[in-house]
């Protein structure tokens, strides 16, 4: 991938890092994004050795930071051959629990920074690109998190009406829907060590491969749909263990 060019978003932890990683050590050159700022400083650190990680802090929510981001990539890449949205906001909260300011967050986080990321970048993408959102696997759900899976749903939604907008240009959009992955935070921020200990043994029983995914596995994906995967278009691409594929869980 030495002539490659991608932005990932989201792209300083977990499954993102993990993508960006793939990225570099294939050859490719990577503008990678983060809102925390000390875990954008440790990205930085990590791929210090990679010259063709560029990394940029951004609020995927903030219109003026996206705008950044566009300029930031057209000045360093120039053209784009693969656009990864993966960042995204995980509260978990129940119905009762759910207050104006979360859920305006989470929407403008995982729908609306997605949405508008796109539209600010597909100027930059190469004709003949990709697209590839993450969105999450949806066909089993849990409580408390509605509001995180209803953005995640809108995210689905732009995806497809996307790939029959820029067919035009043959650029190819699809979903990328990860089930129980190992990371730092299960997706989850701000879980104690319990629960996240309990999420994961969670993930081991209701998926019916018998364990976690890794980022490993997840970035391998997502270089599929972006470069191998030529004739998809339009769908959502599950790794999950097939955890929502109706394949039931053995005991383990």
Do not use: C
Not at 171 to 176: P, Q, W
Request: proline residues 4%; negative net charge.
């Amino acid at each position: 991938m030495s002539n490659k060019k991608a932005v990932v978003t989201g792209g300083t932890h977990g499954m993102g890092l993990a993508i960006v990683r793939a990225l570099l050590d294939r050859g490719a050159e990577v503008v990678l994004t983060g809102r925390d700022a000390a875990k954008v400083e440790a990205a930085r650190a990590e791929l210090a050795a990679f010259p063709g990680a560029h990394v940029l802090r951004s609020d995927a929510a903030d219109l003026d930071d996206i705008a950044e981001l566009a300029a930031f990539t057209g000045d360093t890449l120039g053209r784009v051959d693969a656009l990864f949205v993966n960042h995204g906001l995980a509260v978990l909260e129940p119905l009762d629990q759910v207050t104006e300011e979360t859920y305006d967050r989470s929407f403008a986080v995982n729908a609306k920074g997605s949405f508008f990321t796109v539209q600010r970048l597909a100027p930059l993408l190469a004709d003949g690109g990709a697209i590839v959102f993450t969105t999450v696997a949806n066909d089993l759900v849990f409580p408390g998190m509605s509001v995180y899976s209803g953005s995640k749903e809108a995210v689905r939604g732009f995806a497809q009406v996307l790939a029959a907008e820029l067919l035009p240009r043959r650029i190819r959009v699809n979903s990328l829907a990860p089930g129980f992955i190992r990371t730092p935070t299960m997706g989850v921020p701000g879980l104690t060590a319990e629960e996240r200990a309990a999420f994961e043994k969670q993930g081991e029983e209701l998926t019916p491969l018998g364990r976690n995914g890794t980022v490993e596995e997840v970035a391998a994906a997502a270089l599929f749909l972006a470069f191998d995967a030529t004739f998809t278009t339009g769908t959502e691409f599950p790794v999950d263990g097939g955890w929502g594929q109706g394949v039931p869980a053995a005991a383990h």
